[in-house]
C-alpha cells in the first residue's frame, strides 16, 4: 500500500503565499495525485488533481517533480477561510483499487 | 445536483452490537467508496464499489461489508462492533475509472461505540 506523508502543520498569514508538500514513496507508475481540503464536521473537498508536471486551476496550483515521488500544492494569497485540513491522495489500481490519504497537513492563517 | 447524503448523522452503539450506515450517491456517479476517520487523523480507506461489485478494499478486517445498490446507493455494515470502531465514516460518489474522477464526499457518519 502506498505510504504517503505530509508535515502536521503550518501556519501562515493573509495574503501569503502556502505550499504543502505531500511525499509518496510507492507511487505507482499510472497513479494520479489529488489533493483535497477538509473542514471540521465535514468530508473532504476536491482542490486539484494531476499526474506530472504543472497542473493550475481558479483556486490552486499543483507541482509534480519528473521522479513523481512528491508532489506540492501552493495555495497563492490565502485568506482567512483557507484555514482547514488538507491531505493528497493517492489512486493505485493494481490487484483492485486502492485510495490511500496522506498524514494531512492543518493549515492555520492569521491576519 | 443532487450531492453525497448519509445517514445518520450521529449514532450510538453498544460494543458487540452492528451498525449500517448509508449513502446516496451525486446523480450520475456509479462508484462508491467508504472511509473510516479517527479523530485528528486522515481518512482510511474501507472499500470501494463499482456496478454493485467491490473492486477495492483497504485493511479492514471482514466484519467491515458493504452493498451497492441498482441505484448506486451504498450501505456500509459492522458487526461486532470495538470501542475502536468509533469514527467519522465518510462516504464519496465518483465516476468509473477513480484515477480521473475527483472524489464527492458526504459529511459522514460519526459513530460513537460505548
Known amino acids: 500500500l502506498a505510504k504517503t506523508t505530509q508535515p502536521i502543520s503550518m501556519d501562515s498569514y493573509e495574503g501569503q503565499e502556502v505550499n504543502i508538500t505531500c511525499s509518496h514513496n510507492n507511487i505507482a507508475t499510472n497513479d494520479y495525485i489529488t489533493w483535497y481540503q477538509q473542514f471540521p464536521s465535514q468530508g473532504p473537498r476536491f482542490i486539484i488533481q494531476?499526474?506530472?508536471t504543472k497542473v493550475t486551476n481558479e483556486v490552486a496550483s499543483l507541482f509534480i517533480p519528473a521522479d513523481r515521488k512528491s508532489s506540492t500544492l501552493s495555495l497563492p494569497r490565502v485568506s482567512l477561510s483557507d484555514t482547514a485540513v488538507y491531505y493528497c491522495?493517492?489512486?493505485?489500481?493494481?490487484?483492485?483499487?486502492?485510495?490511500?490519504f496522506g498524514t494531512g497537513t492543518q493549515l492555520k492563517v492569521e491576519l | 445536483e443532487t450531492g453525497v447524503t448519509q445517514s445518520p448523522t450521529h449514532l450510538i452503539k453498544t460494543r458487540g452490537q452492528q451498525v449500517t450506515l448509508r449513502c446516496s450517491s451525486q446523480?450520475?456517479?456509479?462508484?462508491v467508496s467508504w472511509y473510516q476517520q479517527a479523530l485528528g487523523q486522515g481518512p482510511q480507506f474501507i472499500f470501494q464499489?463499482?456496478?454493485?461489485?467491490?473492486?477495492g478494499r483497504g485493511n479492514f478486517p471482514p466484519r467491515f461489508s458493504g452493498l451497492q445498490f441498482p441505484n448506486y446507493s451504498s450501505e456500509l455494515n459492522v458487526n461486532a462492533l470495538e470501542l475502536d470502531d468509533s469514527a467519522l465514516y465518510l462516504c464519496?460518489?465518483?465516476?468509473?475509472?477513480?484515477?480521473?474522477?475527483?472524489?464527492?464526499f458526504g459529511n459522514g457518519t460519526r459513530l460513537t461505540v460505548t
Open positions: 464499489y463499482y456496478r454493485e461489485e467491490e473492486n
Open positions: 494531476g499526474y506530472k
Open positions: 491522495l493517492s489512486v493505485t489500481t493494481g490487484g483492485g483499487n486502492k485510495l490511500t
Open positions: 464519496a460518489s465518483s465516476l468509473a475509472g477513480t484515477q480521473t474522477s475527483p472524489l464527492h
Open positions: 446523480s450520475g456517479h456509479n462508484t
